[in-house]
């Protein structure tokens, strides 16, 4: 019974770490959690209302991803990521999806396609909320879900690791300037061009997305400094 009990814990406490792991993550994208600042595991325990343990396991895992660097008795600074990451990671994001758009659009059924609708209408209706940690979500799922129609894992996989280290900060002052409901818009539009079969305007859709992106993610490391 014993050994029982100890599986039952450890699946427990795997769960909550990876739950601690994505408020983490939520935080470090709405920007609650700065660049190159130093958290601690009990002061971050402390505001998550948790113990230091799932905290310090999960902030490894974000260290593995690049996120953040662990400081010697101190805890962990969170990395920065500057223009030229961002420009590469840009890059080779529309490397991969930009084509990857284009083949589902010819290949996937449309039915499948407009699954995909109500998620699309959820992350413009999360901005016009200025529910970000909703928005990021929504915006998540519906990429990641988009380029699982090319039936490629180890794609989906990359383009996921490539959103989590050109993650976005200051989208508070973008939600305030009222510039993310024009870019949450641009799901529904290169949606209703796939759906339509239009695989070049959904290349060009979805080009220009990543570029508007990119452009609000500039903005919105401007924007803080100069509040």
């Given amino acids: 019974m014993g050994d029982l009990k100890q599986y039952g ?49 999960a902030m490894l895992d974000l260290a593995r991803e690049g996120l953040v660097e662990p400081v010697r008795n101190k805890g ?45 209408e959820e992350i413009v209706a999360r901005a016009r909320e200025h529910d970000l940690i909703g928005y990021l979500e929504a915006d998540r799922r519906f990429h990641l879900a988009l380029l699982g129609l090319s039936g490629n894992e180890r794609l989906v996989e990359t383009v996921g690791d490539l959103r989590k280290r050109s993650r976005l900060y200051g989208l508070t002052g973008l939600d305030e300037a009222g510039l993310l409901v024009s870019s949450a818009e641009e799901h529904v539009e290169l949606l209703d061009l796939m759906i339509a079969g239009d695989a070049r305007g959904a290349e060009a859709c979805m080009r220009r997305h990543l570029g508007h992106v990119r452009s609000l993610w500039a903005e919105g490391r401007d924007g803080p400094a100069g509040a």
């Fill in 9 to 57: 814990l450890v699946r427990a406490q795997e769960r909550l770490r990876d739950q601690v792991g994505h408020a983490l993550r939520a935080a470090l994208i709405a920007g609650e959690l700065r660049p190159g600042q130093v958290y601690s595991a009990p002061g971050l325990a402390s505001d998550l209302g948790v113990s230091a343990t799932p905290v310090r396991e």
């Fill in 76 to 120: 962990f600074r969170i990395t920065e990521v500057g223009e030229r990451d961002l420009d590469q990671y840009t890059e080779l994001r529309t490397l991969i999806e930009v084509p990857t758009v284009g083949r589902v659009t010819k290949t996937a059924a449309r039915e499948r396609l407009e699954e995909l609708r109500p998620v699309a």
